[in-house]
């Protein structure tokens, strides 16, 4: 079975700065993927980027990006000049290869900005 | 409306009533999810459908009954619930194909169960 480990249950940052938020899984899959997933406030989730195991490139969207590194099995999420919005419950995920696969969950980290 | 949308958004319930949570997903996907995230633990996967064939039941209680009735909508059926259900209940639904099925979520419904 796939297990993901968050280890920062609390984080925050100053508006502005950059952050990295840790994520490490556990797997015997060689065919995967990952993401980040944010949850505000309101608790609507929302995808913030994935990344496919077999790509080395690791994965950027605008301010977000990952330090996926597979052989430790880590996939860190950067968040860089954060901003009040960034508030939120960030979930790293794992679903393996195939179709209507499950995601394994993180317990979370939540992010502070502050102003 | 777009996206995935649940209603209703809150409920409250005590132990001996019937209630139904509904999802809606306006992206043409085929599979749809539901999800129990409860304080202080990662959330857990309570059912996958494809193509409205239910996939997984990931152990979960008969009290909760899933249905779906076609592509786009979900049920979660609630009956003799525990205080302990308490919790709140995200529907999600992807694309199959290509092997990574992006999940989009919606609101969550939050249940209390009194």
């Known amino acids: 079975a796939q297990t993901v480990t968050q280890s920062q249950p609390e984080m925050s940052v100053q508006e502005a700065e950059t952050v990295t938020l840790s994520c490490t899984y556990d797997t015997s899959e060689n065919n995967y993927y990952l993401f980040w997933y944010k949850q505000p406030p309101s608790r609507q989730m929302i995808l913030v980027i994935r990344q496919e195991a077999y790509k080395q490139q690791n994965a950027t969207e605008n301010r977000f990006s990952v330090n996926f590194q597979k052989a430790a099995k880590s996939f860190s999420l950067k968040i860089s000049d954060s901003q009040l919005g960034d508030t939120a419950m960030y979930f790293c995920a794992f679903m393996k290869h195939g179709h209507g696969n499950k995601l394994v969950f993180g317990a979370g980290t939540i992010l502070r900005v502050k102003s | 409306e777009t996206g995935v949308t649940q209603t209703p958004r809150h409920l409250v319930m005590g132990m001996t009533n019937k209630k139904s949570l509904k999802c809606e997903q306006h992206l043409g996907h085929n599979a749809m999810y539901w999800y129990k995230q409860s304080a202080k633990k990662p959330l857990e996967l309570m059912f996958v459908y494809n193509f409205k064939e239910q996939t997984e039941n990931n152990s979960v209680p008969s009290r909760f009954s899933p249905e779906c009735p076609n592509s786009s909508h979900l049920f979660l059926h609630l009956h003799t619930l525990q205080p302990e259900d308490s919790a709140l209940y995200l529907c999600?639904?992807?694309?199959?194909?290509?092997?990574?099925?992006?999940?989009?979520f919606g609101p969550g419904t939050r249940l209390t169960v009194l």
């Open positions: 999600a639904s992807s694309q199959p194909g290509g092997g990574a099925d992006t999940q989009y």
